[in-house]
C-alpha cells in the first residue's frame, strides 16, 4: 500500500502509527461486536483463537492460506481469520476493545499498540522469553519495549524501504540495472538523471530537453518520496532525523534535513521528474500497478510490495535507495500482538511464533514479509529458504537483505511517543511542501513550536 501525498486512502503508514483514541465504530452493537470477538468471549471454543489482520487482496489470501495451515498441523487448534480493511482498521480494534471481545491475535499499528500495552491489554511477552527461546531470536529493532520487564510485541515481520523499478522502462530508456550495493548506491543527482531519463511526455521529451511538456506526460520517472518511511531513509542518509537522539527535542530544521525536504520537492517542481499531488490523484494506484502501467518508471517503497508485484507478474527490478552523505534504508514494521484476555495464551504464543518463520510459511518467499531472524541474513541456506531465485529479482540479496542488516536504521515512528498527535501536525507540514505551499525552511520554522510541544521521549529500544 503505497504513501502519497495528497491521497485521501489511509497508507500502510499512516495505520501504522494510528493511535488508540478513536472511537466507536458508529452502529456496530455489542451483539455484532461479540460475534466478530476472539475466544476472549465467554463460551468461546477451547483450542479457538482469532487472528485480526488487514491487508491488500493478495495479502488476505496468503493470510488466510496460512492460517489455514496452521490449524491443519496443530490438531485441536481453531483460527479463525478476521479481516478488516486498512482504512477502518483502528475503529475496529477500538470497538472490540471497548466491547470487551478482542480478538486472540492482531496487527496493530505502533502508537495504538504502545497506549492498549500501557492499559494492560496486551499481553506482556516478556515472562514467556525463557520458554519460548524463539522469542528471543530476532533481529533488536523488531522489538517493542515499553518499560521494565515489558515486552508488548515483536513486528509482524521486517520491513524495509527499497527501490523498485520496471525493467522494461529501464532498457527503454537506456538504462542499466539501478545499483544493487550499498558501496555503489546513486547519488542523488544520479537517482535525479535516471528519472529525467524515464520521464517522458506524449511526444517523448525529456524535462531537460526543449519543448517539454509537464502537463502531457505519458511515463515519469518517480514519486517524490514524501511518504513518512522513505523520507526518514533519506533523512538519515544525510546525517539528519526528525528528533534527536532521545526524543525530547525537534530536529527537522536543521540544515541537512532542510536540504533533504527542498531536494525531494524539486523532483517535482523544479526536474519535473515526479507528479504533483493533482497529477497524482486523490486514489492513486499501488505501487504494483503504478510500474505496471508505466505510469513511473521507479519507486521507493516497502519490501511488502513484493507480493502484489510477483502476483501480478510486473517485469521490475530492485535496488538499494539513492544516497547522500552514505547509504541507508528505514527498517520497521506493524507490531504483532497477543491481547491480554485470550483464554489460551501459550497456543497464542505458538501460532505468533509460527507466522513469522519462513520455515513454516509462505508469506516470507512469496515477497510479503522479511524475517525477523538474524540467521535469514546471515546464513545462505536460511536465506535460500524465503529469499527463490525463480521467484524473486537478481541481485535481492545485496540489495535487500544486506542493506537490511548492515545499513538499516529503525524507523522513528516506531519509537516516538505520542507518534498519533505529532503526526497530526507534521504530515500536514509534510504536504504543504509537496504542494509547493511555500519554502521547506519556512514550513519547518512554523512547524517547529508545534511539534516541540509535543515531544514525550522516545520508548525503550531494548530491555532495560
Given at each position: 500500500?503505497?504513501?502519497?501525498?495528497?491521497?485521501?486512502r489511509?497508507?500502510?503508514?499512516?495505520?501504522?502509527?494510528?493511535?488508540?483514541?478513536?472511537?466507536?465504530?458508529?452502529?456496530?452493537?455489542?451483539?455484532?461486536?461479540a460475534?466478530?470477538?476472539?475466544s476472549?468471549?465467554?463460551?468461546?471454543?477451547?483450542?479457538?483463537?482469532?487472528?485480526?489482520?488487514?491487508?491488500?487482496?493478495?495479502?488476505?489470501?496468503?493470510?488466510?492460506?496460512?492460517?489455514?495451515?496452521?490449524?491443519?498441523?496443530?490438531?485441536?487448534?481453531?483460527?479463525?481469520p478476521?479481516?478488516?480493511?486498512?482504512?477502518?482498521?483502528?475503529?475496529?480494534?477500538?470497538?472490540?476493545?471497548?466491547?470487551?471481545?478482542?480478538?486472540?491475535?492482531?496487527?496493530?499499528?505502533?502508537?495504538?499498540?504502545?497506549?492498549?500495552?500501557?492499559?494492560?491489554?496486551?499481553?506482556?511477552?516478556?515472562?514467556?522469553?525463557?520458554k519460548?527461546?524463539?522469542?528471543?531470536?530476532?533481529?533488536?529493532?523488531?522489538?517493542?519495549?515499553?518499560?521494565?520487564?515489558?515486552?508488548?510485541?515483536?513486528?509482524?515481520?521486517?520491513?524495509?524501504?527499497?527501490?523498485?523499478?520496471?525493467?522494461?522502462?529501464?532498457?527503454?530508456?537506456?538504462?542499466d540495472?539501478?545499483?544493487?550495493?550499498?558501496?555503489?548506491?546513486?547519488?542523488?543527482?544520479?537517482?535525479?538523471?535516471?528519472a529525467?531519463?524515464?520521464?517522458?511526455?506524449?511526444?517523448?521529451?525529456?524535462?531537460?530537453e526543449?519543448?517539454?511538456?509537464?502537463?502531457?506526460?505519458?511515463?515519469?520517472?518517480?514519486?517524490?518520496?514524501?511518504?513518512?518511511?522513505?523520507?526518514?531513509?533519506?533523512?538519515?542518509s544525510?546525517?539528519?532525523?526528525?528528533?534527536?537522539?532521545?526524543?525530547?527535542?525537534?530536529?527537522?530544521?536543521s540544515?541537512?534535513?532542510?536540504?533533504?525536504?527542498?531536494?525531494?520537492?524539486?523532483?517535482?517542481?523544479?526536474?519535473?521528474?515526479?507528479?504533483?499531488?493533482?497529477?497524482?490523484?486523490?486514489?492513486?494506484?499501488?505501487?504494483?500497478?503504478?510500474?505496471?502501467?508505466?505510469?513511473?518508471?521507479?519507486?521507493?517503497?516497502?519490501?511488502?510490495?513484493?507480493?502484489?508485484?510477483?502476483?501480478?507478474k510486473?517485469?521490475?527490478?530492485?535496488?538499494?535507495?539513492?544516497?547522500?552523505?552514505?547509504?541507508?534504508?528505514m527498517?520497521?514494521?506493524?507490531?504483532g500482538?497477543?491481547?491480554?484476555?485470550?483464554?489460551?495464551?501459550?497456543?497464542?504464543?505458538?501460532?505468533?511464533?509460527?507466522?513469522?518463520?519462513?520455515?513454516?510459511?509462505?508469506?516470507?518467499?512469496?515477497?510479503?514479509?522479511?524475517?525477523?531472524?538474524?540467521?535469514?541474513?546471515?546464513?545462505?541456506?536460511?536465506?535460500?529458504?524465503w529469499?527463490?531465485?525463480?521467484?524473486?529479482?537478481?541481485?535481492?540479496?545485496?540489495?535487500?537483505?544486506d542493506?537490511?542488516?548492515?545499513?538499516?536504521?529503525?524507523?522513528?515512528?516506531?519509537?516516538?511517543?505520542?507518534?498519533?498527535?505529532?503526526?497530526?501536525?507534521?504530515?500536514?507540514?509534510?504536504?504543504?511542501?509537496?504542494?509547493?505551499?511555500?519554502?521547506?525552511v519556512d514550513?519547518?520554522?512554523?512547524?517547529?513550536?508545534?511539534?516541540?510541544?509535543?515531544?514525550?521521549?522516545?520508548?525503550?529500544?531494548?530491555?532495560?
Amino acid at each position: 500500500m503505497t504513501e502519497q501525498i495528497g491521497s485521501t486512502r489511509t497508507s500502510r503508514r499512516q495505520l501504522l502509527r494510528a493511535g488508540g483514541a478513536t472511537a466507536l465504530a458508529a452502529g456496530l452493537g455489542p451483539a455484532a461486536l461479540a460475534a466478530c470477538g476472539g475466544s476472549g468471549d465467554a463460551g468461546g471454543d477451547s483450542g479457538r483463537l482469532t487472528f485480526m489482520y488487514w491487508g491488500s487482496a493478495f495479502e488476505k489470501k496468503a493470510i488466510d492460506e496460512m492460517l489455514k495451515q496452521y490449524a491443519g498441523e496443530h490438531k485441536g487448534t481453531k483460527v479463525d481469520p478476521m479481516y478488516v480493511p486498512v482504512a477502518n482498521y483502528p475503529t475496529k480494534v477500538s470497538s472490540l476493545v471497548a466491547a470487551n471481545t478482542p480478538p486472540d491475535l492482531a496487527y496493530l499499528g505502533t502508537a495504538q499498540m504502545y497506549d492498549l500495552a500501557q492499559k494492560g491489554l496486551i499481553l506482556n511477552l516478556f515472562p514467556y522469553l525463557d520458554k519460548y527461546p524463539a522469542l528471543k531470536d530476532r533481529l533488536p529493532s523488531s522489538y517493542f519495549w515499553y518499560g521494565k520487564d515489558k515486552l508488548a510485541a515483536n513486528q509482524l515481520a521486517m520491513g524495509v524501504q527499497i527501490l523498485y523499478y520496471n525493467t522494461d522502462a529501464f532498457k527503454a530508456a537506456g538504462l542499466d540495472a539501478a545499483p544493487f550495493t550499498a558501496a555503489t548506491a546513486w547519488s542523488w543527482d544520479d537517482f535525479v538523471q535516471a528519472a529525467d531519463k524515464l520521464t517522458v511526455d506524449q511526444n517523448g521529451k525529456h524535462p531537460s530537453e526543449d519543448g517539454f511538456d509537464a502537463g502531457q506526460v505519458k511515463q515519469f520517472g518517480t514519486i517524490a518520496p514524501f511518504g513518512s518511511a522513505p523520507l526518514y531513509s533519506l533523512l538519515r542518509s544525510n546525517g539528519a532525523d526528525m528528533v534527536n537522539a532521545d526524543g525530547t527535542k525537534f530536529a527537522l530544521d536543521s540544515a541537512a534535513a532542510i536540504d533533504v525536504l527542498k531536494k525531494v520537492q524539486d523532483l517535482i517542481y523544479v526536474h519535473r521528474v515526479a507528479p504533483t499531488p493533482a497529477q497524482l490523484g486523490k486514489n492513486a494506484p499501488t505501487t504494483a500497478v503504478q510500474l505496471q502501467t508505466k505510469r513511473v518508471g521507479m519507486v521507493i517503497d516497502g519490501n511488502w510490495q513484493m507480493l502484489d508485484l510477483m502476483e501480478g507478474k510486473v517485469p521490475f527490478g530492485v535496488a538499494v535507495l539513492p544516497k547522500f552523505q552514505e547509504p541507508l534504508t528505514m527498517t520497521g514494521g506493524a507490531a504483532g500482538v497477543i491481547f491480554a484476555k485470550t483464554k489460551h495464551p501459550e497456543q497464542a504464543i505458538e501460532l505468533y511464533l509460527y507466522y513469522n518463520d519462513p520455515e513454516h510459511v509462505d508469506l516470507f518467499k512469496d515477497g510479503l514479509w522479511a524475517p525477523l531472524q538474524k540467521k535469514y541474513y546471515t546464513e545462505q541456506s536460511e536465506i535460500d529458504k524465503w529469499v527463490l531465485k525463480d521467484q524473486y529479482p537478481p541481485n535481492f540479496r545485496t540489495a535487500v537483505v544486506d542493506t537490511t542488516l548492515k545499513n538499516g536504521v529503525t524507523d522513528w515512528g516506531q519509537q516516538i511517543k505520542n507518534a498519533e498527535r505529532i503526526h497530526q501536525v507534521l504530515d500536514p507540514a509534510i504536504e504543504q511542501i509537496s504542494l509547493n505551499k511555500g519554502a521547506p525552511v519556512d514550513i519547518v520554522k512554523a512547524l517547529k513550536p508545534k511539534m516541540q510541544a509535543l515531544l514525550q521521549g522516545k520508548w525503550p529500544s531494548q530491555a532495560l
